[in-house]
């Protein structure tokens, strides 16, 4: 979108921007423009900002899927000022305060590494170390302990950009002040609050915000997702409960949505198999696959597995850290800078992130040695050792090889994708050093970049959007967007205590929903949830359409 394109109300959030330092509040729906219209702002600040020492602007957001959008549609509006505006995740960020500044906050002179969770179920939670949920209150507390601190980065950015505002708790609200000393603009929709089980967030502590702001600017409804307006008039309607309205019997007729009614859950991959051909056919090239709980997610990676169906999974960057950390542990044991327990005990904590239950499973707790380990499986990690040893006296490519390879070969019927997600990665750290002989020192620079890469696959980046097809569950679906998607419904799909009017998992409903700009695709089994449970009376519609 070029700059002449933005309406009435765009250019109002970006002069506001250029020409005073109100602290401003965009409210828009999902598609409407507000992160195009925060980086047009982003740039207009820049612009006429030359010889102010703060000429910078940071773009905050949640979710690393987020930062990818607005990075791939950025290059256009930023064009000239790419080393002027910083897009990064709130956890992201305060990972780096705390690396250059944590001594001022008693983390000492080294940067404390970062558990995943999986490491905690399975070994214990380590006091010494950092874990994901420490990093946004370290990094407050920096700035709180240390003025000093507070003043330097307070000058650093002219311009606080804070995408989903509404989704912010206590905690990351007061970061987000004592960041923007200058002009904060705040991105927002109460109708995509979809994080309440967070504490801190709730519809008050959003009017609370709205209250603080100086000023604020709703954006024209109109989705530049979808400009006809259909899907998000759909998804709007099924927030409201209102599935009789116009606008899903519109969506029904023009098969904008497509309602697959009474399914055996037997029968899920074929389905699916045959609902992306057909998707493909009509021109959709991006498929977005929802589901509602990590459970229903790992279930149906297993099943479109067994069914020979390409896709990516979304939101497991504790699996692919761990898959890396577990190739290099092999590597390491080839050379004796490992142990057999070293190489076992790497391969449950993959198991364990891969999975994500409550509790650890039990055969990550076996490769422990806290439960008995099947023998085939034993023999299996063996053989893999021993191919290791052997390989020694080879390159860091013949090691990478079996390390790579190794998870199929053990003989646990589950977390294939993950694995070979990684592998692609991993082999990519190794190419340069692939044809270097197996030593420890050669070894030694290669642990040290899988290390750096572990981190920022948990923190920084998600490797895991390369793919045409991508399967998540509905709190991840925030910050992206496919031709188009597919929600499957479960016969034992839990939504929690709400009732009627399902006033949170209906605005989950919304955000899952509007996530489309093409094509709907809804799967009911015989006795859906109440959540969904009106669809089903649309089934004499859809008939007759």
Known sequence: MNFEDLDCRQHQVVDAVIHSDDSLLVLGGPGTGKTTTALWSARAFLENSKGNLSRRALFLTFSRSAVSQIMARSPGVISGYEDKVEVTTFHSLAYRLIGSFGRYAGYGATLPSVQTEARGKLLGYDNSKL????????????LERSPHVAQILGKRWGL???????????????????????KLLLLGDPNQMIYTFIPGVSPERFRKMREWADREIELNPRSHRDPSGAIPALAEAVRQRQFQNDAVLNALRDKRLIIHFDTDEADVPDLLSDIIKTLRQRGSRDVGIFVHSNAAVAELAKQLDEAGINYVLIGIPEAYSEALGSMAAQCAFALGLASDEDVRRSLGLFLTASLRRAKAPLMARALIGEAPLPELVDQAVQRLEDSLMEASQGTIGDLAEIATKSWEGIGIQSSYRPWRNASAHFIRLVRPIQHVSASAESLGKLLEVVERSQVEALIDRDYSEQGRIKLMNYHQTKGREADAVVHLFRQDDYFGREREPYEGTSRLLNVAISRGKQQVVIILPSSPHPLVEPFVALKGYQTHY
């Open 160 to 182: 606080v950009i804070c995408d989903e505002a509404q989704d912010t708790n206590e905690i990351q609200w007061d970061f987000l002040l004592r960041l923007a000393s200058r």
């Open 131 to 142: 874990q994901y949920n420490d990093l946004v209150p370290g990094a407050l507390a920096i």
